[in-house]
């Protein structure tokens, strides 16, 4: 067999693979524009006015709809009345966050930053008990801290610069 046959062939099944998989995929997300293969909506976006391009998409598809960055689907909410409905009236839902790779490699899925879920809640109330023990939102705090700015700087002038 010819090689460049081969590799025309190999092409061929991994370009069907990756329609197939985009649109059997796609049945359960929101319309939006149909995408291309691997690239997906890319080349009907203008980067340099984005805004522009998804307002143009939400008056053909309505407020909430879904566009492909590569293979990834983003549903995007478009308006004051869809990311209000989204966040307000059904903030559980929408309350998780993407999830950062890279991130939870090297931080073991633990810290504020880049937890998610249940996860993220029990360290985000455990944080803001600590610093309300500690004093935070009280105006005591900031008198202390005050006071403790001047006698650093009372100490930095007795060291003549030195």
Known sequence: VD????LVLCLSCLFLLSLWRQSSG?????????????????????????????????????PVFTVYFGLKPIVVLHG??????????????FSGR????????VNKGLGILFSNGK?????????LMT?????????????????????LVEELRKTNGG
């Open 3 to 6: 090689p460049a046959v081969a």
């Open 26 to 62: 796609r049945g359960r997300l929101l319309s939006g524009p149909t995408p291309l293969p691997i690239i997906g909506n890319i080349l009907q976006l203008d980067v340099k006015d984005m805004s522009k391009s998804l307002s143009n998409f939400s008056k053909v598809y309505g």
């Open 80 to 93: 004051y009345e869809a990311v209000k409905e989204a966040l307000i009236d059904h903030g559980e839902e």
């Open 98 to 105: 993407g999830s950062f790779p890279l991130a939870e490699k």
């Open 119 to 127: 996860r993220w809640k029990e360290i985000r109330h455990f944080s």
């Open 131 to 151: 610093l309300r023990n500690f004093g935070m939102g009280k105006r005591s705090i900031e008198d202390r801290v005050q006071e403790e700015a001047l006698c």
